[in-house]
């Protein structure tokens, strides 16, 4: 399963990052293994945020880091797949950076299962030259 995560990952950023700057390149990695280590559960993920994270969820429910990182860490939400089917926008100026995507997420919540299609905004800022996750504010699609 590892093995197939990393080829997954590696596809994906090889893919995307072709007609990137080296800049663009580092944000399309961190975006992949932002998706990665959420449907891997992987408290890892927490490294990828900045300190002042905030998070907009689809159903009005707002998240700082600590919030996230209880909720994260006691399994509330497990994810199954995290899979971008679309990129809209990706724009870097100096050391920020707003990216719009489709993502469909699976998982449980309160072991309830739940299968959505997002619309997704992330804003990013580069921190001691790594891409840190600053905003993210997400939006239910219907199919």
């Known amino acids: 399963m590892k093995l197939l995560s990393f080829l997954l990952l590696f596809n994906c950023v090889w893919g995307f990052s072709q007609t990137y ?4 390149k580092a944000l399309i990695t961190q975006v992949s293994k932002l998706d990665s ?3 891997n559960n992987d408290s890892k993920i927490l490294e990828l945020f900045s ?3 905030s998070f907009g969820h689809s159903n009005g429910w707002v998240q700082n880091y600590q919030d996230f990182k209880t909720d994260f860490e006691s399994g509330k ?3 199954q797949s995290v899979n971008q089917t679309e990129l809209k926008e990706f724009k870097i100026k ?3 950076a707003n990216i719009r995507r489709i993502i469909v997420v699976k998982g449980l919540y309160k072991n309830e299962i ?3 299609k997002l619309s997704v905004l992330e804003f990013w800022i580069k921190q ?3 891409w840190k996750l600053w905003s993210r504010q997400s939006a239910t ?3």
Do not use: A
């Open 128 to 130: 001691r030259g790594i």
């Open 51 to 53: 300190n002042d994270v």
């Open 141 to 143: 699609l219907k199919s």
């Open 21 to 24: 700057s080296k800049n663009g």
């Open 114 to 116: 739940f299968e959505m």
């Open 77 to 79: 939400v497990k994810y």
């Open 37 to 39: 280590l959420m449907q």
């Open 94 to 96: 100096n050391k920020f």
